[in-house]
């Protein structure tokens, strides 16, 4: 009756004509269980917590690494403030939810009314932060153990969890929907029975269990509720009164992150994935903090005796968001760090860089030829997956001919505009406002950027993760709309026809955090304060929230006859947007043949290698002045002469969070290794340092001059990098690192005892 009664209320409106600027909601019709305002204590800065986890080793310890992330900068992101200005709009203190997940600390401690996040402290726009997450409690009714088969847990932790989940109102049923449990005990939680600290501690299985990502990222719109049984029809609530259930599969789906994986095969039989595994031996993937927050060799605290750990899990969270950090930078200079931003840009690059592999296939056809291109998700959820609006993945492909000539472009994106030719597959999904419930808030049916107030999914094309089945991902609220995809398939396969002359076909797949037009939405519909603007400003300035190239394949079907070299690069432009990094840009070289890439000097020392026409170089030293070039190269291998020089110096260092300065490690200037100890008998970490980009080998030889272990091989950008190796595979004695860049290398001598 109460569904039923909503939609002829609709129905009457929409007869009488009656349409609402708004939709009338409060409150009420945001309140989910869980810890509630002021139950939880007060969320100590994390400036406290760097006392002992930080400033003792950037490439594993806690504090930098996450400052380098998102979870760190959710609440000074002004992408979420412009957001969450328009939802509040269009249904009024929405904006309370938002502020759950983006700012606990603020919503825990009163401050998230009004909910425009305007009363928010220092201390709230720390993000998801420390104390938060390591007060965590499972939830769970009284009298049931979430681990009965943990006696650490039933022995210590149980009693505490069961006394503060009594004294709560209502216990969420799952974790979703930001309907988190925070103890108001003080006690830091954790996943190591063996831990031992100065402060109060509790053991947390919970920490190694991904239910406790799924808190923050299965996310529904409680305003709306599910039709019966009725796949994707939604209807609002009566307002002003709590959602009528508090299961996420009964609400409007905004992300099912965490759904699309427990419905994978990484969640139910895991998942050979080793570019994502970090330290774990076997490879093998199967929760959420196994890629984002993956183990790696490392000392949990600076204190003398902490152990060194293989399992030590990294905090950085990275997702794909290379884009906020710099905004963030920008807007609170005296609250981030910059080096750990940096740091956090280059790990969320590589994250990308590994969840997609490409293939090409090429078959003659009746005119031309077939080009097929096949994108495969290496992740355990859909690809992409997370806030809907405005995040897309594409193909871009290219077609030359015998003289190197570009004959044929599919998904063209200008880098000086933002703007996408939309002639090619782009991978996304488009949520949007139905014909029912069109009449009801003045806005025509069809795909909406209004994110509050859409109530149905116009297409989703996003490819899905191993695992699965229509059936099992339509019970998540996330099938495939508009398209198929048969059961099993974690690939897809897109043609293009290319015509005869056609000679080389180059394809790469791009990844973008948002588009123009979103960001030009956010600013235009903004009737309440200046973080549209704000955040238009950010975008246009600081090169459009530029792709990220994922991958790139090639495939020759004719010889290439090409001696000439590219032109060279021009307007070249250097800008200095922190006390670490300059960004570059140029204008595209055009040329006879395919420009393959672009080569980056500083100082005239070679710095990397991009396929597009920009970069941002990071690590650099603050108050320091640096001169650029590029070249560019082709297929052929022809280089072209130099660009103009450009030149920029870096901003005056500023300190980390809590004004605390950060060390900024430099890009070194010669090829170096570090072992952490020249005897080893476990997996250890190795450093090196690249002075420029390049591909890089690590090898291990035995006194006989014969190579034992191949421990990587493959292109590395300048800096500091680390990798693993475990000795198990050899036998105890002496041995020789070597780390070769190009033609120069580097050695260590090393001794297993085993």
């Not at 992408?79 to 009024?92: G, K, R, W």
């Not at 949990?300 to 963030?328: E, F, Q, Y």
Request: charged share 15%.
């Amino acid at each position: 009756m109460r569904y039923a009664a909503g939609i002829l209320a609709c129905m009457l409106i929409a007869l009488v004509g009656v349409v609402w600027a708004q939709v009338p909601t409060d409150l009420s019709d945001f309140f989910l269980p869980g810890s509630q305002p002021l139950e939880s204590g007060n969320l100590e800065h994390p400036d406290k917590c760097d006392n002992c986890h930080g400033g003792y080793d950037l490439q594993a310890e806690p504090a930098f690494n996450w400052r380098g992330g998102m979870m760190a900068q959710a609440a000074r992101d002004p992408f979420y403030f412009a957001c969450v200005t328009v939802s509040n709009q269009d249904a009024p203190d929405v904006g309370d939810l938002c502020i759950r997940c983006h700012s606990p600390a603020g919503w825990l401690e009163g401050r998230s009314v009004p909910t425009d996040g305007s009363a928010l402290n220092s201390n709230d726009r720390e993000g998801v932060q420390c104390d938060f997450c390591h007060k965590f409690v499972k939830p769970s009714g009284i009298g049931e153990n979430p681990y009965p088969g943990d006696a650490d847990y039933t022995s210590g932790t149980y009693p505490q969890d069961q006394s503060y989940l009594g004294t709560i109102t209502a216990i969420p049923s799952v974790s979703a929907n930001g309907m988190y449990i925070v103890d108001n005990n003080n006690a830091k939680r954790g996943p190591f029975v063996d831990a031992a600290a100065r402060h109060q501690m509790l053991y947390s299985p919970f920490h190694r269990d991904a239910d406790l990502c799924g808190t923050c990222h299965d996310v529904s719109n409680p305003v709306y509720n599910r039709i019966g049984g009725i796949t994707q029809m939604y209807a609002p609530n009566d307002w002003q009164t709590p959602p009528p259930s508090d299961d996420p599969y009964t609400m409007f789906p905004v992300e099912r992150t965490f759904s699309e994986w427990t419905k994978s095969d990484y969640a139910n039989i895991g998942v050979f994935a080793p570019q994502f595994a970090g330290n774990k031996p076997d490879g093998i993937v199967s929760t959420c903090q196994d890629c984002h927050v993956k183990d790696v060799l490392g000392a949990g605290c600076n204190k003398k005796g902490a152990p060194i750990r293989p399992d030590m899990p990294l905090h950085d969270m990275t997702g794909g968001n290379t884009v906020v950090p710099s905004w963030t930078a920008a807007l609170w200079p005296n609250e981030v760090n910059t080096a750990a931003l940096d740091a956090g840009v280059q790990r969320a690059t590589e994250m990308l860089q590994k969840a997609a592999t490409l293939t090409l296939a090429v078959q003659p056809a009746s005119v031309g030829y077939t080009v097929t291109v096949t994108v495969t998700n290496e992740t355990g959820h859909k690809l992409p997956s997370g806030y809907p609006e405005g995040r897309r993945i594409w193909l871009n492909v290219k077609v030359y001919d015998v003289n190197g000539g570009l004959i044929n472009e599919f998904g063209h994106y200008d880098f000086s505009t933002g703007i996408l030719q939309h002639d090619t597959k782009i991978y996304e999904i488009k949520p949007g406002i139905s014909a029912r419930l069109a009449p009801i808030v003045g806005l025509p049916a069809e795909p909406s950027f209004h994110f509050v107030l859409n109530d149905t999914i116009y297409n989703d094309n996003r490819i899905p993760p191993r695992g699965f089945t229509n059936s099992a991902y339509d019970s998540i609220q996330s099938p495939p709309v508009n398209y198929t995809y048969l059961d099993g398939q974690y690939w897809d396969d897109t043609e293009f026809s290319v015509p005869a002359e056609a000679a080389l076909v180059v394809a790469t797949l791009y990844y973008q955090a948002t588009s123009k037009e979103y960001v030009e939405f956010l600013q235009t519909e903004n009737q309440t304060n200046n973080w549209g603007n704000i955040l238009y400003d950010l975008w246009n300035t600081t090169g459009k929230a530029a792709p990220v190239a994922m991958a790139t394949e090639r495939y020759q079907i004719q010889a290439i006859e090409d001696n000439q070299p590219p032109t060279a690069p021009s307007n070249l432009t250097a800008t200095a947007v922190s006390s670490a990094q300059i960004d570059l840009a140029w204008d595209a070289s055009t040329d006879n043949f395919s420009v393959a890439g672009y080569n980056v000097y500083r100082d005239g020392v070679q710095v990397a290698t991009t396929i597009d026409p920009a970069y941002a170089d990071t690590r650099l030293q603050p108050s320091t002045t640096y001169s650029y070039y590029v070249t560019a190269f082709d297929e052929a291998g022809n280089i072209s002469t130099a660009s103009n020089t450009a030149t920029a110096t870096t901003n005056q260092q500023k300190g980390g969070g809590g004004g605390k300065p950060r060390a900024i490690s430099a890009v070194p200037h010669a090829l170096d290794v570090y072992v952490h100890s020249n005897v080893i008998s476990q997996p250890t970490r190795i450093d090196y340092a690249l002075p420029q980009s390049g591909n890089v080998s690590i090898e291990v030889y035995n006194v006989m001059g014969q190579r034992v272990t191949l421990i990587y091989s493959g292109w590395k950008s300048a800096g500091v990098h680390s990798a693993m190796w475990s000795p198990a595979e050899v036998s105890s004695g002496v041995y020789f690192l070597r780390v070769k860049l190009g033609s120069e290398f580097v050695t260590r001598k090393i001794t297993v005892l085993r």
